[in-house]
């Protein structure tokens, strides 16, 4: 009976990462040759200097090549629900990496160019007529959630639109945040951020982020947090830009947890310290053996009780299951690889769950907001030009970034 549930669990995760994905981009590629078309007309246009109807885009056109930073179409206002929003900061993610490189193409089969970019924060440049009067205005500061759901499915009537099965993702789906400006599906997408004095004054570079990097480990963590509390022991997996908040989420909702982090490299894990883990594990010091060793002796004994991946590689799978305790969770966050393996008998004999969490749905992220806005969570960006975005790309892949590259247009 176990292994039954932890098999349906295992595969549905699997399913939802080709099947929901291909399910929201055939949807989604209708929509969008629209968009494609403009750019056809701009081919010849790449040098020109800039006007009111261009912005300067970095744009995939092959992928495996750098991005193409060029003039291209500024959008318009096509129905009344839209809204033009003009970028103040985008957020550098994995997945971008693995949007440029091609490593999505059968899942995500994207129309090139594409602008990617799905972090984004800015200010609202102009709005559609059915937007209600009085929500917004020209100059506003706002966060843009990333899944424009349909609005009507029962998972977007849950509040959970980010698992809609037509959801159009910003930098993914549809031209994102590499850009001057964006337009936004709907009003309905937008989080504005009331300025309520000095006190809670965020920028709008912190403001990005937080729409993925600091959302999604949020989501993760509320998923387990009844878990939580004096004795348990919470390990995150992969201090990058998710990792750093998952790190802060867990002291803040884990109600006395001890919180191990582990990465790869002695900066990542400094960080994590700032952001308030009790022990840090440099995973390349050690055999993949010797690692549960290193945990036992750094928790007296106590092993982990839930670890959030936020790397998603065969190696961080086998790592975090190997050191669960009876009943322990693992939390699938990251997307690094593509397939994992689970140890059958030990997943079944000591009642291993497995969870997968995608992303946070608006209303999270209003929680994220009100988190950074009282101060509470703290932020490790870098801030770099929209001129620099490929040596920034490279940068990240080489694991050079600490915290989130953010990329200012
Ligand atoms: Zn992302
Ligand atoms: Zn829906």
Same mark, same amino acid.
């Given at each position: 009976?176990?292994?039954?549930?932890?098999?349906?669990?295992?595969?549905?995760?699997?399913?939802?990462?080709?099947?929901?994905?291909? /399910? !929201?981009?055939?949807? !989604?590629?209708?929509?969008?040759?629209?968009?494609?078309?403009?750019?056809?007309? /701009?081919?010849?246009?790449? +040098? +020109?200097?800039?006007?009111? =109807?261009?912005?300067?885009?970095?744009?995939?056109?092959?992928?495996? +090549?750098?991005?193409?930073?060029?003039?291209?179409?500024?959008?318009?206002?096509?129905?009344?629900?839209?809204? @033009?929003?003009?970028?103040?900061?985008?957020?550098?993610?994995?997945?971008?990496?693995?949007?440029?490189?091609?490593?999505? #193409?059968?899942?995500?089969?994207?129309?090139?160019? #594409?602008?990617?970019?799905?972090?984004?924060?800015?200010?609202?440049?102009?709005?559609?007529?059915?937007?209600?009067?009085?929500?917004?205005?020209?100059?506003?500061?706002?966060?843009?959630?990333?899944?424009?759901?349909?609005?009507?499915?029962?998972?977007?009537?849950?509040?959970?639109?980010?698992?809609?099965?037509?959801?159009?993702?910003?930098?993914?789906?549809?031209?994102?945040?590499?850009?001057?400006?964006?337009?936004?599906?709907?009003?309905?997408?937008?989080? *504005?951020?009331?300025?309520?004095?000095?006190?809670?004054?965020?920028?709008?570079?912190?403001?990005?982020?937080?729409?993925?990097?600091?959302?999604?480990?949020?989501?993760?963590?509320? *998923?387990?947090?009844?878990?939580?509390?004096?004795?348990?022991?919470?390990?995150?997996?992969?201090?990058?830009?998710?990792?750093?908040?998952?790190?802060?989420?867990?002291?803040?909702?884990?109600?006395?947890?001890?919180?191990?982090?582990?990465?790869?490299? =002695?900066?990542?894990?400094?960080?994590?310290?700032?952001?308030?883990?009790?022990?840090?594990? +440099?995973?390349?010091?050690?055999? #993949?053996?010797?690692?549960?060793?290193?945990?036992?002796?750094?928790?007296?004994?106590?092993?982990?009780?839930?670890?959030?991946?936020?790397?998603?590689?065969?190696?961080?799978?086998?790592? !975090?299951?190997?050191?669960?305790? *009876?009943?322990?969770?693992?939390?699938?966050?990251? @997307?690094?690889?593509?397939?994992?393996?689970?140890?059958?008998?030990?997943?079944?004999?000591?009642?291993?769950?497995?969870?997968? !969490?995608?992303?946070?749905?608006?209303?999270?992220?209003?929680?994220?907001? /009100?988190?950074? #806005?009282? *101060?509470?969570?703290?932020?490790?960006?870098?801030?770099?030009?929209?001129?620099?975005?490929?040596?920034?790309?490279?940068?990240?892949?080489?694991?050079?970034?600490?915290?989130?590259?953010?990329?200012?247009?």
């Amino acid at each position: 009976m176990h292994y039954i549930l932890i098999n349906v669990v295992y595969k549905a995760l699997l399913c939802r990462r080709t099947v929901k994905i291909d /399910d !929201s981009i055939s949807f !989604s590629c209708t929509m969008i040759t629209k968009m494609n078309s403009i750019y056809e007309n /701009d081919e010849n246009n790449i +040098n +020109n200097t800039n006007n009111l =109807d261009t912005m300067l885009s970095a744009t995939i056109h092959q992928y495996q +090549n750098p991005l193409v930073l060029q003039q291209t179409p500024k959008p318009k206002i096509i129905h009344g629900e839209q809204v @033009l929003v003009k970028v103040g900061a985008t957020g550098l993610c994995h997945s971008d990496l693995h949007l440029v490189n091609g490593d999505w #193409k059968k899942s995500i089969p994207l129309q090139l160019p #594409k602008i990617p970019g799905h972090e984004i924060a800015g200010w609202i440049e102009e709005i559609g007529d059915s937007v209600p009067e009085g929500l917004l205005q020209k100059g506003d500061m706002v966060a843009v959630f990333g899944g424009w759901g349909c609005g009507i499915c029962i998972q977007c009537k849950n509040g959970n639109e980010q698992l809609c099965s037509y959801t159009k993702w910003p930098g993914i789906t549809v031209d994102g945040g590499f850009s001057e400006y964006i337009l936004v599906e709907s009003y309905r997408f937008l989080i *504005k951020i009331e300025d309520d004095g000095d006190k809670s004054k965020l920028s709008v570079e912190e403001l990005a982020p937080l729409t993925d990097a600091g959302l999604t480990p949020y989501r993760a963590i509320k *998923k387990i947090r009844q878990m939580l509390g004096p004795g348990k022991v919470i390990a995150i997996m992969g201090i990058g830009g998710l990792g750093y908040y998952a790190v802060q989420y867990a002291k803040i909702l884990g109600q006395t947890s001890n919180i191990i982090a582990f990465d790869r490299q =002695d900066e990542k894990l400094q960080l994590a310290e700032t952001a308030g883990a009790d022990v840090t594990i +440099n995973t390349s010091a050690y055999e #993949k053996q010797n690692i549960k060793e290193q945990v036992l002796t750094a928790t007296n004994g106590r092993g982990v009780d839930i670890v959030i991946d936020c790397v998603g590689t065969e190696s961080t799978v086998y790592n !975090s299951i190997r050191l669960l305790n *009876k009943g322990g969770v693992l939390v699938l966050v990251g @997307l690094f690889g593509n397939q994992i393996t689970l140890p059958l008998v030990p997943s079944v004999i000591n009642e291993y769950s497995i969870i997968g !969490s995608l992303w946070g749905n608006y209303n999270e992220l209003r929680e994220v907001i /009100d988190l950074a #806005k009282n *101060k509470i969570i703290k932020h490790s960006i870098q801030k770099f030009p929209l001129n620099r975005i490929n040596e920034v790309i490279s940068l990240l892949k080489e694991g050079k970034i600490i915290g989130r590259a953010i990329i200012v247009p």
